[in-house]
């Protein structure tokens, strides 16, 4: 109730306003009156001004569609109002391609519930702003095509799924500050994309899931605090569960289709552990059941996971969930370390949690016929590193 009234009031403000320039915020006066409060919000997110969008400064553009890459940056939960020592390091990598998968800023820090945030997510949009400032973002900025996903941080709330009512507003933001909003991205609700590099023999996708535009309400701990109960627990059999929403889900199955020999499938949240009680797929078991069997019935060779959103990183590695050796990538965090020890052991961990400061390194050997998942540290030493064969995840 309490996000709904203030959806509500919030909407009812911003319905009575008129913009800077003294226009009606609903200038068609023949359009029917929105039904709902959040609808109100919405017709004003339409006509949000772009100026009030914060943009990153201009970056490289991605690789040609037949351009070979075999070295992908992986990152997520850079504060932006701290420095970032280990994505200056990361900068100093050499690489076709950098992907920064969540929590890219902390938008919510003065307002980590609903009623704290405000309709114009003033927090989010300074965010945005002030990452665009920052001297090492610029570097990475300059020096790698990017591609992004969002996770809760940058999209206005913790741990907020669909029924965040600012949504549409956060996905504005987004968009425009990473240079979506003309393309395919754009076009649609949610933030998912997937762009694919390379010829026959040694094509890499890369899919990026929006897990938070879409997704149902997780399930609530009996026990806050407890261990692997931390915050939420498995959502009952029979429940309503919805991590993707049906759109997402089919363009999922088709971009699974498409051709390619290495798929990384990026995931802002962690799809394979299943020990602890933070966002997770694990939370919603059916739908993270679904996600494997897409995989296994599309066919799709060569997929591999990444994700970040843990404070800690990790690699895990399982069997029989897919057609072949699942495996999963968790980069996590540049600058928000909150421990130096991990105890969370899962059964599918390659080596023990690590928990400082660290990215995520894709190596893919075309020659040798495999990809490595590694873990470095805010020097770039190697932290953890997992070397798979291709034939071990499908690839012939």
Not at 4 to 31: D, K, Y
Not at 295 to 311: I, M, N, P, Q, Y
Not at 362 to 372: F, G, R
Request: aromatic share 10%; charged share 30%.
């Amino acid at each position: 109730m309490k996000i709904r009234a203030f959806a509500a009031l919030g909407a009812l403000t911003l319905a009575s306003c008129v913009t800077q320039e003294g226009e009606a915020v609903f200038p068609n006066l023949f359009e029917p009156a929105p039904e709902t409060a959040v609808e109100a919000l919405n017709r004003y997110y339409e006509d949000y001004p772009e100026s009030k969008l914060p943009r990153a400064p201009e970056g490289v553009p991605l690789p040609a569609e037949t351009a070979v890459i075999d070295r992908i940056l992986v990152a997520s939960c850079n504060d932006e109002e701290l420095d970032s020592p280990t994505l200056a390091q990361l900068a100093e990598e050499e690489a076709d391609l950098f992907l920064m998968i969540g929590d890219n800023v902390y938008g919510d820090r003065d307002g980590r519930d609903y009623a704290n945030n405000q309709p114009e997510l003033e927090e989010v949009r300074e965010s945005f702003a002030d990452l665009a400032d920052r001297a090492e973002f610029q570097e990475v900025r300059a020096k790698f095509p990017m591609m992004v996903a969002w996770d809760d941080h940058d999209y206005g709330a913790n741990d907020a799924g669909r029924n965040f009512p600012f949504k549409n507003l956060a996905e504005r933001i987004h968009e425009t500050f990473w240079g979506l909003e003309d393309q395919d991205v754009g076009q649609w609700p949610g933030t998912y994309y997937a762009r694919s590099f390379g010829p026959e023999g040694q094509r890499v996708q890369v899919i990026m899931l929006d897990t938070r535009f879409f997704r149902s309400a997780l399930t609530k701990t009996d026990e806050y605090g407890a261990e692997g109960k931390e915050r939420y627990m498995p959502a009952p059999d029979g429940s309503y569960q919805d991590m993707l929403g049906s759109a997402q889900w089919t363009w999922l199955q088709n971009r699974l289709q498409d051709p390619a020999d290495i798929r990384l499938v990026v995931s802002s949240i962690q799809v394979m552990p299943t020990v602890h009680g933070w966002e997770a797929w694990s939370t919603m078991p059916a739908e993270r059941e679904r996600l494997f069997d897409m995989v296994e019935k599309t066919g799709a060779e060569g997929v591999v996971f990444l994700s970040g959103d843990r404070h800690t990183g990790f690699i895990y590695e399982e069997r029989d969930v897919l057609p072949y050796a699942a495996n999963e990538l968790t980069a996590s965090s540049l600058n928000l370390s909150f421990a130096t020890e991990s105890a969370e052991r899962d059964p599918r961990q390659i080596g023990t949690a690590f928990p400082l400061e660290n990215y995520g390194v894709v190596e893919i050997d075309w020659d040798a016929e495999k990809i490595s998942l590694v873990l470095k540290d805010s020097d770039g030493q190697t932290a953890r590193r997992n070397d798979i064969a291709f034939s071990e995840i499908g690839v012939d």
